[in-house]
T-cell receptor, first 113, second 113 residues
Framework: DAGITQSPRHKVTETGTPVTLRCHQT?????MYWYRQDPGHGLRLIHY???????DKGEVSDGYSVSRSKTEDFLLTLESATSSQTSVYFC????????????FGEGSRLTVL | LAKTTQPISMDSYEGQEVNITCSHN???????ITWYQQFPSQGPRFIIQ???TKVTNEVASLFIPADRKSSTLSLPRVSLSDTAVYYC??????????????FGSGTRLQVQP
């Protein structure tokens, strides 16, 4: 399995608090992604990264920011968490954008009360 | 934006062949078609990938017609352990002209004994 670690795996927080999820890879892949998954919606892309300090928005980026200061780490931040951001968050890594072969982490389950 | 359309759910019995079709009318010239499998509480897992015609590996076959506007994932002789959600994925042009990867809503396959 690809070396992808997400942390924390589970988190419960309150509305209005900041939350940061971390994705760490040991594969030296250029591309990294954050998805969220909710019942009935499949996987939706939040943000993605082409490399260090090079990121772009996905289809559901409102309320989220990301940073990538090192190749191996991609951070997802909720500046002020809301209940609508309760979800399972998946990080993925890939070698190329066009070929679509991604390797996923095990997910981080976030509950915002 | 390249979008995919799949059946929401399918039912089958052990030992049967299952074909899941994905529609992607706006696929771009450089896009590959990739299929993933996801079990509950796990991240998606790569199954197969193709560009055109037919691709086969040890777990599945992928059929892509000449116009590439659809693709069919074929699972031979399914077992109970193939019960999962299957996602079709193609590349997606962002506003900047760079490309990101967007999943469809997936097909929930239920295999009965």
């Amino acid at each position: 399995d690809a070396g992808i670690t997400q942390s924390p795996r589970h988190k419960v927080t309150e509305t209005g608090t900041p939350v940061t999820l971390r994705c760490h890879q040991t594969e030296n892949h250029r591309y990294m992604y954050w998805y969220r998954q909710d019942p009935g919606h499949g996987l939706r892309l939040i943000h993605y990264s082409y490399g260090v300090k090079d990121t772009d928005k996905g289809e559901v980026s409102d309320g989220y920011s990301v940073s990538r200061s090192k190749t191996e780490d991609f951070l997802l931040t909720l500046e002020s968490a809301t209940s609508s951001q309760t979800s399972v968050y998946f990080c993925a890594i890939g070698l190329a954008l066009d070929t679509g072969e991604l390797f996923f982490g095990e997910g981080s389950r976030l509950t915002v009360l | 934006l390249a979008k995919t359309t799949q059946p929401i759910s399918m039912d089958s019995y052990e030992g049967q062949e299952v074909n899941i079709t994905c529609s992607h009318n706006n696929i771009a010239t450089n896009d590959y078609i990739t299929w993933y499998q996801q079990f509950p509480s796990q991240g998606p897992r790569f199954i197969i990938q193709g560009y055109k015609t037919k691709v086969t590996n040890e777990v599945a076959s992928l059929f892509i017609p000449a116009d590439r506007k659809s693709s069919t994932l074929s699972l031979p002789r399914v077992s109970l352990s193939d019960t999962a959600v299957y996602y079709c994925l193609v590349g997606d042009n962002g506003d900047t002209g760079r490309r990101a990867l967007t999943f469809g809503s997936g097909t929930r396959l239920q295999v009965q004994p």
